[in-house]
Every structure is written in C-alpha cells, then in structure tokens.
C-alpha cells in the first residue's frame, strides 16, 4: 500500500478517494477508487498499511479486484450544495455480495446512511458464469478516522463539534445482509459461513479484552455482526455451509439426563464443550491470559422424515451458558433438556420452546449454581433466547458427580431435580406463564425446595446422586406428575450399599405460589445382593392414559464370586413400574406396582470399577394414539460396551422378561454416554441416538438413528462368482467357493449390488490376489443404518484324503474403500476334509458413519500346492446369475419386534398419494390384506393368503388411483380379522 509520507491527511486536503498498490513478493495490484474518507488520521492507516493489510496480502494477491463502494455515498448526499466537488450517489449493484449495512456505536445507536462510513471492496472469485457454490470474499473498513482540526481545538476539548467528532472516530458494529443467490440445493444449504481472514485480535479502544475475529454461520437470508475499530478492516470469506452429521468437541455426561429430543418434525440437543475465555491479567497491565472453561450449547437438525438417513445437523450452534469473567460461569456441565409446544395466537404458529438447564461454578467458592434457559427454535426461523434463570445453589464442588440436573416438562410447568451432597436429591416446580404469547421469555415462577431424599437421610447422612426423570409428563393426560429415581448409598464408605430408589413428584399448586411435594415414601428397586447404579427413565406416552415408566440402570454383586477369573458380575437391568388409573384423582393414594426386573444382562469383569456401562432408557411410544393401545410397548437401552468402548442396543418390552427381537445390537461406530432421544410423541420408526465418539481419537459428539425396517431387494437378476482352487491336476480335487446375490439395504429401499468388473487382465487368473479382486462388490456410498445379505458356498470337491491337510479360510469382509480397512467381518468359516461343506446367507445391520465401502469374500489357502494347468487359469474364477424372484410387488417388509396379536394401523391417515398400513401376525397362519371402498367393494387384493412368520410388517399403498373419500383396511390372519378406516383427500 502507498505510503502518503510522515505528514498525514489533514481536513484540509480533503481526499476523497485514493488508489492503494499493494506487494506480494516481487508482485503488486492496484485497488483503484477506495475510499478512504476526509481528513484521515495518518496513524490509523499507517496501522492498516504496516500491519492488517501485509498480513492478508498474500490472500488478497489471489484474487481479482472489481470495486469498491463507500457506503455513505449510496444515497444522495442532501446536506451538499456544490455536486461538482464530490461523486454522485452510488448505490450498490443488484449483484453486489451486499445487499445493506447498518452501522451502531458503542451505545447501540443506528448511523444514517449518509454517516455510515464504511468501505465496501469487491473481488471477482468466478470461475464459471454463476455464483453458486463460489467462495465470496468482501472488503470491509470502518472509515471513522476523523481528527480534530486546530479550529476545533481552539473551542475547548469539551466543545459539542469536538465531542461530535470524536464520536464518528469510534469503534463501530456493522450488520451486514448479504445478497447472494440461492443455492440449488435449498433444503440444505440455507446457511452461510463467513469467516474473517486473518483477523485483527488487538484489543478495540475503550475495551479490555481482546477483539475475536468473525467466524460464524448464519442464515442465507439474516445478517452478520462485525465490529471494527476506528480505521479496521477485515477481509471476510463467505461459502454455503451444509449441513453437518456430527457435532465436533463435545460431551454428554451423565447417562441420567435426557440430552436428545425429538418434536415431530426436528431433533434438538445439549451437550457441553470446551470454550476459551480471553480476559486481562490484573497483576501486568496489556497482557492477556487465555482461561480454558466450558460451554453449554444447542443444536437441532433439518427437518426429517422416516425415510430420511443420517440426521442432518444445521450448521451453527448455539450456546447456552454464559461464561463471562465478570458472574464466574466458566465451568458449564452436565446439561439436561426437554421441550414444550403451544400454539402462538400472534402468529398463527406454533412455538416450540427448549427448556435447557445445566449447572455452573458460582461466586462462592466450593459451590455450584443451577441455571435454566428457555429459547424458541421454531420451523421456519432462527433461534430467539431467552433470559437466564437462576434455579438453585448446590454444594459439591465436582460437576460429575453432583448437580447433573434433569427437567421434566409437566402440564403446568416444569420440575427440575438435581443432586446436593449435603441436602441429597432436590427438586423445584418453575410455573409456566400461561397469560402471554410470549410466555417462554418471561422467568418462571418457582416453588420452594423440596427435598425428595429426606426419608433416606440419617444421622451419618447419605449420599444421593444421578437424579433422572422422563423428559415429559404424559402428555394425553394432562398429567403433573411423574416419577424420579436415584442412586442412593450410605455416607460411610466402608460399607459398599448402593441402591435405586424411586419416587413420585407431583404439582401440588392450587392458586398462590407454585408447589411440589412427594406423593409416597420412596421405594428401593434394586434386589439384594446387588448394588446399584447410574439409574435412567422414561414414561410410556400412549392414547389410554396409562402412566407405564421404565427404569433402566446396573447391578453389580456385593460378592466375588469363588473363581477369582470370573471377577464381580454386573448385570443390566429393566424394572417396569406401572401406575394405575385408578390412582390418578387427587392422588392420595398412588400405588406402585413392580411388575418385575426384565431383561437381565450378565457381563463379565475382571475389575469391579471398570465393568460400568452407563445405561440409558427411552421409550419408543408406539402406541400414542388410543388406536393402537393393544400394541406392546418398548422402551430402547443403550449403553457402552466396557471392553472396547463400543455401544449396544437393545429393545425391551414393557413387563417382559427378555429382550425384544433376540440379543441386543451392536453399534458398529460407538463410544461413551449414549442417550436414546425422548418424544411426547411415537418415535418407534424414527428413534436416535446421540453418543461420544472417539474412535479417531477426537471427542465428536454424533447422533445415529435405531435400525430401521429395512426392504431386502427382489424381482432381479442377481450375479455372483466362483472361484476355484485345485489340490492337483490329475484327481480333479478342489475347492470351490462362491460369492452370490450380495445386496443391501436402508431405510429408503434394498438394492442388489454388483461384483466388481472384471477387466481384460483378470480372464487369465493365476493369482490368489487376482482371485480376491474379484470375489468383491463394486464400491458404493451409505450411511446409517444398513443391512447387508448375500449368499456363501464352500465345498470340497473331490476325495477328502487326497485333501488331507489342506485348507482354505474365507472371510466376508466389509472394507472401507477409502483406507483399505476391514470395518467388520460379515462371516468367516473354514473348508477342509474334515468340514467340507458351508452354505449359508448372512444378513447383518450395521450403524455406519457417511462413508464408501466393499464387501468381499477373502480366501487363505493353507497347505495347498501351487498348481499349473495347461492353457487355464491357475484359479478358474466363473461367472454366476440367477433370478431373484418378486414377493407383494417389493413393498411388504418385515419390521423389527415380534407381535403375539392381530394389529393394523394405516400412517399417515389422512392420505394425500401414498401411505403406510403398518400390521403384525402371531405367525404360522395365511394372511390377506385386502382395500375395500365405504361400500364394501373390494378395490384390491394386497396380500392374497401368503403364509408370514410371526412379526410386524409394512406395505407401501399407492392411493393415486382412489377418488377422495372413506375407505376400509381388512387385515385377516387364519381365523383372526381387524380393520381399519382409511382416509383420501386431495
């Protein structure tokens, strides 16, 4: 940048514009009309010229200027007579990456834009005729470095002109709204991230903490926030943001609380990450420590369907927490959600309103603070916060251990609970303001402690941590109770107690201040001879006003057992708790009924504290509507696996002693504390999980969907191999193995998957690696939830003597195409003269990170002799097809969970084209699905008589062809029959 010499600009020179040349090595540019305002202060562009401008001028050589605008010169200046010694007015182009800029000061007052001093520089980063999907890059400089003149000066320092101009050379905010074409893709990239390039962290005038550079995301259609000091630039970068499929540097801790909720439409989350803080040492005056704290944020996804896979996160997060030095909030832990819907009279839509609560260092020393947090995350805007709430203190220094608190949403308000190493488990009722649409921005109004524990509480005292409580009430009830459960042992660490315990929190409010109390002396739930630990729970939602709970938590043996190998035994337990209708009025006499612990899961342990594996409990809510409430209910558990870090899922039905659909699944990418998303509405087709991920040895916080009910392809041709390796080549003995019919399948379908192809230097194969190449499938992209099938074949051909100490080793493999790796082994088994047969077709459901990926049979020969055979290959590789037939056109598939009765269910109901009919069969009998009109006419026959095996199923209907109207669903299973009403509209 040209150097105007140690003299300076003074009013008098009175430049209006200035063309800057700038170095890059042996290289220079020009910028030609940038403004750089009236009577400017030599040392503030002395600053832009030795420092900002050299540090990015190795950016700025990349790209091609345009132009430049000032922007007070967009609109006419009225106040000038003489037009013919300053430019026109200039408005900025349609095409400008700008489409306006506000400026405030410090106070928050707005400029005009006739004193909105800002220099606005243009790059042309095209590399095509379009700019969708360029990198932007905009020039920005706060102008506002006017200086007093000796006229000035002479009316006094204090004088209203000197006063007026030092406040136009003051640090200003910009808001600038971008005006960029829309992306193509507007269902996902609706963001933009705009990144300031080599920022200027130097501190701003009339501040003490150092200046952040911008980096943010922000919707494609508001505006971003840049603060600048008087003469400060800022090179800004601005790209689309897609959506992310993980949320990086985060963590979820305790299993108890709820971190993931689902509202029909969006998943919403909390978790806490870690955060820097810059703030002065007060002990050297300019220096600036960096205090390493934590933060509590939100996130919420896209809007998602059932058909969708991975759940796509909007690329911002929210945070939370505040962690300024000022209060002490640097420490925000262990954060806890749930939400609440209302219909908004103002607008005519409805509010869904977050409710976070988390707990944070306090002014006190050796204490902690609870706080609350409402904000509105509706469907179509952005996300509006509301105040802080201060809910409690709490002793107990560790955030891990005490505090962890959990919120339940119920009819009249919320109930937040949460632990105290002095006064055991606590809990307050926060009162919704029903009198405002804007209710959720005013502070609740909150009931006095209640301290749940204080039955357990003896003269040594007890220590009573990890509350945990359904995300919601029930919500067809109406209901303001519901139940808390926590983990309770003695204070005397000698003696190595630990229980469950369970209670009922009911709002007690009637008229006046809000209120909550207990409504029974809380019960153990755990059994003897075991201790028990890190409880989870969850409410049953469904349409008959049925209060079904779930409570999920680990036992470990107060015993070793006499074989010192085997180490304690812990075992995962389901305790089913059900509260009778009956009960409900007043509720003066609530009873509990355990029902019985389910599905018991024995792991073995060397070391007693290393066996935890922090379970955590959701129920599924099938049966929301009264409509379905003969279908079992399922609570989902999830927790770590101990030895290697990953997780497991399982399925348990309400009062059932065993697991639903067979032994638990594994999470083939998994990690620490994973939560299963709660719903106040049926989320068994679209259940998530949330989990810590460190695999690749960061802290990713990722969301991962249940398994799904998945469509095995049919009606194609299916390919496959067979490759053969001889013992000899006299006696004709081999062995010969096949891979056939290799397909897969997710959420949106199934489909056959082809062998790789097989070029002109594999006709000829005299290589086991030539072999391998092709008994694999061609690469393919997934993610989520997938299954996968095929068929395997080996077999020894020929004399087994002649074999006698020969085979040959298959492993099915999925790989990762990108590194080459073995993500999980499919199958493997062994052909030799002592087992020379295997047939078989695995099919296994993998959760899988977003990825490119093969399957393939790899053999290992053993003990086999390299044999060469006259004009053939030394390993003849075939080619193999068959014909894979079509059943019920490929729309009826088999859905996860046995059934013992009849159940039919058409999803959606009311249909506008297509919808779901949902229904299970006890097995064993011919079932016939069949559509009839208001009349009774059969329209069609969807299942005619097909023997199924016991289970759910779901076939797709095509309703195109149906004029709107009523029409009947009879669904008959032997001598059973049910129906249901289906509704067309258009």
């Known amino acids: ?94 095409w400008a990456e700008v489409k306006s800029l506000q400026a405030f000061d410090r106070y928050g007052r707005m400029d005009s834009a006739m004193n909105t001093f800002v220099e606005l520089g243009f790059f042309d980063t095209l590399k095509g005729t379009t700019h969708l999907q ?53 269902t996902q990239y609706c963001f933009l991230h705009i990144r300031e390039v080599t920022p200027d962290e130097t501190t701003l005038p009339g501040e003490s903490f150092p200046r ?45 609380q709820r971190k993931l909720v689902f509202d029909g439409r969006r998943y919403h989350m909390t978790y806490f990450a870690p955060d820097t803080m810059r703030i002065p040492d007060p002990s050297i005056p300019g220096k600036i420590d960096t205090e390493y704290v934590h933060a509590v944020y939100y996130r919420r996804s896209f809007p998602v369907t059932s058909g969708t896979g991975s759940i796509l996160w909007e690329p911002f997060t929210q945070k939370v927490s505040c962690d300024t030095a000022e209060d002490m909030r640097r420490d925000n832990f262990t954060p806890s959600i749930t939400y609440r819907t209302r219909f908004n009279d103002s607008t005519l839509l409805a509010d869904t309103v977050i409710t976070i609560v988390w707990t944070n260092y306090s002014t006190s020393a050796g204490s902690r603070r609870i706080w609350l947090r ?37 009819n009249g308000g919320d109930v937040i609970a949460w632990s105290d190493s002095t006064l055991g488990i606590v809990a307050r009722f926060r009162r919704q303001d029903t009198n405002s649409n804007n209710w959720w921005t005013r502070r609740g109004t909150y009931s006095s402690r209640d301290m749940i524990s204080q039955w357990f509480q003896t003269t040594i005292g007890a220590v009573e941590q990890f509350p945990t409580m359904p995300a919601f009430a029930h919500v067809t009830s109406l209901d303001s109770n519901a139940g808390i459960a926590w983990q309770w042992r003695p204070r005397d660490t000698t003696f190595k107690e630990s229980d469950i315990i369970y209670a009922h929190l009911a709002d007690t409010t009637i ?43 680990e036992e470990i043996a107060l015993t070793k057992p006499s074989n010192p190998s085997i180490g304690y035994r812990t075992r995962l337990v389901f305790q089913s708790l059900y509260t009778p209708t009956n009960a409900r009025p007043g509720w003066d006499s609530v009873e509990l009924t355990q029902i019985q612990a389910q599905g018991k899961l024995i792991v073995a342990d060397s070391t007693h504290d290393t066996t935890f594996v922090y379970p955590n409990t959701a129920s599924l809510n099938q049966a929301y509507l009264a409509a379905d409430s003969n279908e079992t209910n399922y609570f989902s558990i999830v927790y770590r696996i101990p030895s290697n870090g990953l997780m497991r899922q399982a399925e348990v039905p309400f009062n059932s002693a065993t697991f639903a659909g067979g032994f638990p699944k594994t999470y083939l990418y998994g990690g620490v504390a994973p939560t299963g998303s709660a719903s106040a509405i049926r989320q068994d087709a679209r259940h998530a999980v949330v989990y810590e991920d460190h695999t690749y040895h960061t802290s990713a916080v990722r969301t991962t969907r249940q398994f799904f009910a998945k469509l095995r392809p049919d009606g194609y041709m299916a390919s496959g191999r067979e490759a053969v390796v001889p013992v000899d080549d006299s006696s004709r003995t081999a062995f010969a193995l096949v891979l056939h019919d290799v397909w897969r399948a997710d959420p949106n379908g199934g ?48 004399p087994d003597s002649i074999a006698a100490g020969m085979h040959v080793d298959a492993f099915l493999e999925l790989m990762d195409s990108a590194s080459g790796s073995v993500v999980a082994t499919l199958d493997s088994f062994t052909i030799s003269a002592a087992s020379p047969d295997y047939q078989a077709a695995p099919e296994t459901t993998f959760d899988l990170l977003s990825g490119t990926y093969y399957i393939r049979l790899r053999l290992v020969p053993y003990g086999l002799p390299v044999v060469n055979i006259t004009n053939d290959s030394r390993y003849p590789v075939t080619e193999l097809a068959s014909e894979v037939g079509s059943v019920h056109a490929g729309k009826v598939r088999a859905v996860e969970h046995g059934a013992s009765q009849l159940r039919l269910a058409v999803q959606p109901n009311l249909v506008v084209s297509e919808t779901q009919i949902l229904f299970s069969v006890a097995g064993g009998d011919a079932v016939s699905l069949a559509l009839f009109d208001a009349a009774g006419h059969e329209m069609k026959r969807i299942i005619d008589g097909e023997t199924m095996d016991d289970g759910r199923y779901a076939v797709d209907v095509d309703t195109h062809a149906l004029v709107p109207g009523t029409y009947l669903i009879e669904l008959r299973s032997g001598e059973k029959r049910s129906v249901a009403k289906m509704v067309v509209m258009r």
């Open 374 to 410: 409402n904000l509105t995350a509706d469907n179509y805007g952005g996300i509006i916060l509301g105040p802080y709430e201060y809910v409690d203190a709490h002793a107990g220094a560790n955030p891990l251990q005490w505090g962890t608190p959990v919120v339940c949403r119920m």
């Open 751 to 798: 489909y056959p998957m082809r062998l790789a192809e097989r070029g002109s230097n594999a006709v000829r194969t005299d290589s086991m690696v030539q072999v391998n190449d092709l008994l694999r499938t061609q690469c393919f992209t997934t993610h989520d939830s997938v299954t996968f099938g095929c068929t395997i074949d080996g077999r020894l051909i020929g």
């Open 134 to 186: 360029d990198t932007h890059y905009v020039f920005v400089v706060n102008r506002r470095t006017f200086e007093r003149t000796d006229d000035i000066a002479l009316n006094g320092p204090d004088s209203l002109l000197a006063r007026h101009l030092d406040s136009l050379a003051d640090v200003r905010r910009l808001r600038i709204r971008f005006n960029l074409e829309r992306h193509p893709d507007t």
């Open 511 to 553: 008229g006046g201040a809000p209120s909550i109390k207990n409504l029974y002396v809380p019960q153990m739930l755990n059994k003897s001879g075991f201790n028990g630990y890190h409880p989870s729970m969850d409410l049953w939602q469904e349409g008959r006003k049925r209060a079904y709970e779930g409570v999920t938590w």
């Open 212 to 256: 952040k550079g911008l980096d943010t995301v922000i919707w494609a259609d508001s505006a971003a926030n840049l603060t600048l000091r008087p003469g400060g630039g800022a090179l800004l970068q601005i790209t689309y943001a897609p959506p992310d499929s993980s949320i990086i540097n985060g963590a979820l801790v305790t299993s108890n």
């Open 1 to 94: 940048m040209q150097d105007w010499g140690p003299s300076g600009f003074t009013a008098a020179d009175r430049y209006d514009s200035a063309t800057i040349t700038m170095g890059y090595g042996t290289q220079t540019d020009t910028l030609k009309g940038f403004y750089t305002g009236w009577g400017l202060m030599y040392p503030r562009m002395q600053w832009l010229n030795t420092v900002w401008l050299p540090n990015i001028s190795a950016q700025l050589w990349k790209l091609t200027w345009r132009d430049a605008y000032s922007y007070h010169y967009t609109t006419d200046q009225t106040w000038i007579e003489d037009w013919t010694k300053v430019p026109r007015s200039r408005p900025l182009p349609s």
